[in-house]
């Protein structure tokens, strides 16, 4: 049987697991298990389902293609749903080790750029609209992201796929391991302190994380669950590196336009929304443009870029080939 996206981003999946496992048996933190039986029964069910598909056959060469797709979109279900719970748990664990908070060091870096915060801050709280579109793009990350995955599989486009995938996985770990070293609290919290001081938004922005922070930090017991494990780095900025995973994925579709444009307004945002540090921004660019052109020069994805037909592109008998 063909794993999609590829057994070494099952195996990469499969190594953040132990490392969450292991975190999780020697510190007083755990995770809800009610949660984890639902994920696994999910997972297990995309996955006898796709495997039943992939195993019927096809007169039609439509349905037999389609099939395929289809096959494929269920595996990287599966592979998302383990995949984005275990690196939140990781990215949770990032944080447990009570370090000196370094933002005086990011505000000093940020005082090198050509930008103030402060006054980029009060035009984003004086103009409701601006405030609006940039709170809905920074919340719609995922969604987009879930999205992009749909829309290259439906193209028939699974190198694509693929390459955002696990592009996208190994910049989250990066991020988290980078951000182990410089926790910080976030641009808001540090330059406002009393944030129920902050005045014409609908809730305060980026401060979201503080209290799953304080409390990771705490060395308290506590018990995580899936939909409240908020991202807790700072720098680099993952929101803006997935961001930029997710427009050099579409370079050169039809829908490369409308991505990037999402991914600069939702970029725009996270300096207000996620509380970040303009150099936060910038290390988070970095760090993805960097992982991204290193899995452009791979064998398997030589030419991925290249104006080509995406189904040709394709290639089943490769696809146990080594990406990362």
């Known amino acids: 049987m063909q794993l999609f996206p590829g057994r070494n981003a099952y195996l990469l999946v499969l190594i ?92 000093h870096w940020d005082g090198f750029l050509p930008v103030d915060w402060h006054s980029y801050f009060r ?41 955002f995938m696990e592009t996208f996985m190994v910049v989250a770990l990066v991020c988290t391991a980078i951000g182990v070293f410089l926790p910080a609290k976030g641009a808001v919290a540090t330059y406002f302190g009393d944030v129920s001081s902050i005045a014409h938004f609908k809730t305060v922005p980026g401060v979201y994380a503080i209290d799953a922070l304080n409390q990771m930090r705490s060395g308290l017991p506590h018990t995580l669950h899936m939909g409240a494990m908020p991202g807790l780095t700072v720098f680099p900025s993952f929101h803006t590196a997935a961001g930029i995973v997710l427009a050099i994925s579409f370079w050169r579709t039809s829908f490369f336009p409308a991505v990037l444009a999402y991914t ?23 760090v993805a443009c960097l992982i991204c052109a290193a899995f452009a020069f791979m064998p398997f994805y030589k030419g991925l870029f290249a104006q080509r037909d995406a189904e040709e592109d394709w290639e089943p008998a490769r696809e146990g080939a080594v990406s990362f």
Do not use: C
Not at 35 to 58: D, H, K
Not at 70 to 99: K, P
């Open 16 to 107: 953040v697991a132990v490392v969450d496992a292991i975190w999780l048996a020697f510190s007083n933190v755990s995770f809800a298990g009610s949660e984890l039986v639902l994920l696994s029964v999910q997972v297990v069910f995309v996955i006898v389902l796709s495997t039943v598909i992939e195993r019927r056959t096809f007169s039609s060469p439509t349905m037999e293609r389609l099939s395929g797709r289809l096959v494929h979109f269920m595996q990287g279900i599966a592979f998302l749903l383990v995949a984005w719970v275990s690196l939140r748990i990781l990215n949770q664990a990032s944080m447990w080790f009570d370090l000196p908070y370094t933002d005086r060091l990011l505000i």
């Open 123 to 163: 035009f984003v709280q004086l103009n409701p609209g601006v405030q609006l579109v940039l709170d809905y793009s920074y919340t719609s990350l995922s969604m987009v992201s879930f999205v992009g995955f749909v829309l290259l599989v439906w193209i028939g486009d699974m190198k694509r796929a693929r390459y």
């Open 264 to 286: 600069v307004v939702m970029i725009a945002a996270t300096p207000v929304f996620g509380a970040h540090y303009f150099i936060d921004l910038i290390a988070g660019t970095i």
